[in-house]
């Protein structure tokens, strides 16, 4: 079995997802992968036997309850983090969280925000709303994709700003890459919610078969207000 350095693999993540080379003057995006496409390595659960890792993808079992994973060998205020996402079964949009908190006992969805792939649904999460955040999140149009195929995502945050925006597209058959719409941007400018925290991944409840896979994340951030997707 051939051993590549970690270098190699970021380029060639950086490569699947298609992050364009920056024009000349603009500082180059370093991707790193967080997923080994292998094994959860570096993620840790809500309870045991809620994901596997199955077809290369992280894979959330329908039996297990509502929870999460989150990545534990870093925390990120200021981040870009790109990946792909499907959902195989389930009755809600998939969904991630960012900015939460990690401490005992757990807060409902780790206290955090929450965005729903691809589509752009959201929730907040945070002590005292556990709401949906109205006036905090712009949507925009866009079609409605189809959930059950695969997605390509990036979430660009920047917690001194307290903004966060997504934008996604779906990935074409055995495509790899794709160029992404904007879906939507939170902004508290009351209440800022950027703090440095875990990234995590959610089983919004029972039932729920998400899968994603190709993870990468930049930070600290080159450029923090272009998306590289786009």
């Keep these: ?14 490569l699947l997802v298609g992050a364009a080379l920056p024009a000349a003057g603009a500082a ?3 991707l790193v992968p967080i997923f080994d496409g292998k094994t959860l390595d570096g993620w840790t659960a809500h309870a045991d036997k809620m994901f596997v ?5 992280i894979h959330s079992q329908k039996d297990a309850t ?23 079964s389930g009755n809600h949009q998939p969904t991630v969280l960012i900015w939460g908190k990690i401490q005992t006992p757990a807060l409902n969805g780790l206290g955090a925000i929450q965005f729903q792939p691809p589509n752009g649904g959201s929730w907040d999460y945070r002590p005292g709303h556990n709401n949906g955040g109205k006036g905090l999140f712009t949507r925009y149009p866009h079609p409605k994709w189809d959930i059950h195929k695969w997605a390509q995502c990036e979430i ?22 794709c160029k992404a719409t ?6 508290d400018k009351k209440e800022p919610a950027g703090r440095v925290a875990p990234l995590a991944i959610q089983i919004h409840n ?25």
């Design 28 to 30: 180059e995006p370093k």
């Design 182 to 187: 904007e879906v939507l941007k939170f902004e």
């Design 156 to 177: 660009l945050a920047n917690h001194v700003t307290g903004i966060a925006r997504m934008a996604c597209c779906p990935l074409p058959e055995n495509a790899t890459k």
């Design 66 to 88: 509502r929870g999460w994973l989150y990545y534990n060998k870093q925390q990120y205020g200021s981040f870009r983090w790109i990946f792909h996402v499907r959902q195989v």
């Design 1 to 14: 079995m051939i051993r590549r350095p970690l270098w190699m693999l970021t380029v060639a993540f950086a």
């Design 206 to 230: 029972k039932g729920i078969e998400d899968e994603y896979k190709n993870l990468l994340v930049e930070s600290p951030v080159a450029e923090p207000d272009k998306f590289i997707t786009t």
């Design 53 to 57: 890792v199955k077809n290369g993808a």
